[in-house]
């Protein structure tokens, strides 16, 4: 007998990466995202939908600026060559690692067929899930801006929201009812902007329900209701911290895949030159396994894949048995069918961790086995539970619980110039553009300010890693949109080519309207 319900929540996103030159670092983290992660989750999800007594379940968003790249046909076009690049690279691997090299090529040969076989085309295998009700997909913020850092010019949250709305709808032909908020990020009023346009339900950490006013009764264990009508769920740390624990959870075993040991780090440059990569980089070719988290990259065994199989089916057996004795417990505490939210990356699972797939795969098998029934966010709602009233607290699920990973020392530069950028946008959309080329330009400013939002950026600059690039992506998209609203307020088109130009390497948001930044929505 069921005690309650979990519901696995995956949040799908990568930055707007799109590059024209292929071999690129950005290209790289599309492209192994889409080797080590995206892939392996659809194969896993339709593999089990098609298996009798499984009853897979999963809730995922996918972020606007994913489904761009997803879509990308230059992108589709490149990444079997890539793949093939990998395959070929792996027979350089040293002799002591050949068993586990063969493994990872005919792991990415099936990716690879996999790819091909349905033509590049991943948005519909996701959209004809939803359909097949296996998933519920849920939209992002446009391109992950951090929301409550953009609240100053209130038209530039609505941006942020409605080109979700537009961009999912245009994507997987239904309108969205739920949104990964970036970061969880939630501050007051929000719900208002999320109601007017079309958002019923998301999802915050654990501290934005608890702190809700009044006190949930139920606590996380429940959905609230806003005062505006926004169902939210809250993130269940029990649930979540065996698998999103490095170091005390299951990715961190010594025999699962060591994610820190490269083999692009250990070819002579002349092989990887020799196959068009014209430096040491990650290649997503991992050949080792964790062994001792205390012990240096170099002293890591070799993988190996047998052991590591046998493994997961433990640590997912064990999770189970985790989640039945917490709903047990909750289910003889409170008076109806205690809830589990176990909300994760997506990239965690295949990317961050290599076996996370096949975890998600024991998960669908097993979970009828230790009574817990998989459910999704909207077949929550669908039941029409018995809500409390409550205003969530601004919150996030960052470091800290609130918004100091997003603003502090290296990056809040970045906010006075959103708010700067933002007024301009907004000041001139209330006016509007007078001729199809102004139009133009003032819908390719909206872009490049859309991807100077990206709370990617500020997430690198505060984690120190790349940031050569992430400083460089900011002020690229902010110079191209003071170019071209300039040209606009001075009545001083820049040249067509310069705007063919933008549009070409930008060319995210096809539908995007000036409307979305108009004063009169305050």
């Known amino acids: ?179 990964w908020l970036p970061e969880c990020a939630y501050y007051e009023g929000l719900d208002k902007l999320l109601i007017k346009n079309g958002i019923r339900y998301s999802i915050l950490d654990g501290h934005g329900i608890l702190h809700a006013n009044p006190r949930p009764r139920y606590g996380i264990y429940a959905p609230i209701c806003s005062k505006n009508g926004v169902a939210f769920f809250g993130r269940d740390s029990d649930s979540t911290l065996p698998v999103w624990s490095s170091k005390q959870g299951y990715p961190g075993d010594s025999n699962y895949r060591e994610f820190h040991r490269d083999l692009g780090w250990e070819l002579p440059i002349e092989i990887l030159k020799k196959h068009g990569i014209k430096d040491s980089r990650p290649l997503g070719l991992k050949l080792n396994k964790v062994t001792d988290q205390s012990i240096s990259l170099e002293n890591k065994s070799v993988y190996e894949p047998l052991l590591a199989n046998k493994t997961v089916k433990k640590h997912a057996e064990n999770y189970l048995i ?71 607290s601004p919150s996030s699920w960052g470091q800290g619980g609130f918004h100091k990973y997003w603003l502090n020392d290296s990056n809040a530069w970045l906010v006075s110039e959103w708010s700067k950028a933002g007024k301009a946008m907004v000041g001139i959309c209330s006016n509007g553009a007078k001729d199809e080329l102004g139009i133009r330009i003032l819908q390719q400013a909206g872009r490049e300010l859309l991807l100077s939002q990206s709370s990617d950026w500020s997430f690198i600059l505060r984690a120190g890693t790349t940031t050569e690039l992430a400083k460089e992506r900011i002020n690229r998209h902010l110079k191209r949109f003071w170019i071209l609203i300039s040209s606009l307020e001075e009545k001083d088109y820049l040249p067509i080519s310069d705007l063919i130009e933008f549009e070409k390497e930008d060319s995210i948001f096809p539908l995007i309207e000036a409307n979305d930044w108009y004063k009169a929505l305050a």
């Not at 069921?2 to 590059?19: C, D, E, M, Q, T």
């Not at 076996?355 to 029934?373: C, H, N, T, W």
Request: hydrophobic share 40%.
């Open 322 to 392: 985790g989640r039945k004795e917490q709903l047990e417990k909750l289910s003889n505490a409170i008076t109806q069918s205690p809830l589990l939210i176990a909300p994760f990356d997506a990239e965690l699972f295949g990317h961050w961790w290599f076996e996370g797939p096949l975890f998600l795969a024991e998960i669908f098998k097993q979970a009828a086995d230790y009574s817990v029934r998989l459910t999704t966010l909207k077949e929550v709602l669908s039941d029409k539970p018995n809500i409390q009233l409550c205003n969530p």
């Open 1 to 179: 007998m069921f005690k309650g319900n979990l519901a696995i929540v995956l949040h799908a996103h990568l930055p707007y990466v799109r590059s024209t030159t292929p071999g690129s670092l950005e290209e790289d983290w599309f492209f192994q995202a889409l080797m080590e992660c995206y892939l392996p989750i659809l194969n896993v999800l339709e593999d089990s939908y098609k298996t009798k007594h499984e009853n897979p379940k999963v809730t995922i968003s996918l972020s606007p600026t994913l489904l761009s790249l997803l879509n990308d046909e230059d992108l589709k076009e490149r990444f079997p060559d890539w793949l093939n690049v990998r395959i070929k690279l792996l027979n350089s691997a040293p002799k002591a690692q050949e068993e586990a090299a063969d493994y990872l090529s005919k792991k990415i040969k099936q990716q690879l067929s996999n790819f091909q076989n349905c033509g590049g085309n991943l948005i519909e295998r996701f959209s004809n899930l939803q359909k097949s009700k296996v998933i519920d997909i849920l939209t992002c913020a446009a391109t992950h801006g951090y929301l409550p850092l953009l609240r100053e010019n209130i038209e530039c949250v609505n941006a942020q929201l409605s080109n979700a709305v537009r961009e999912h709808s245009h994507f997987l032909g239904v309108q969205p009812k739920g949104i």
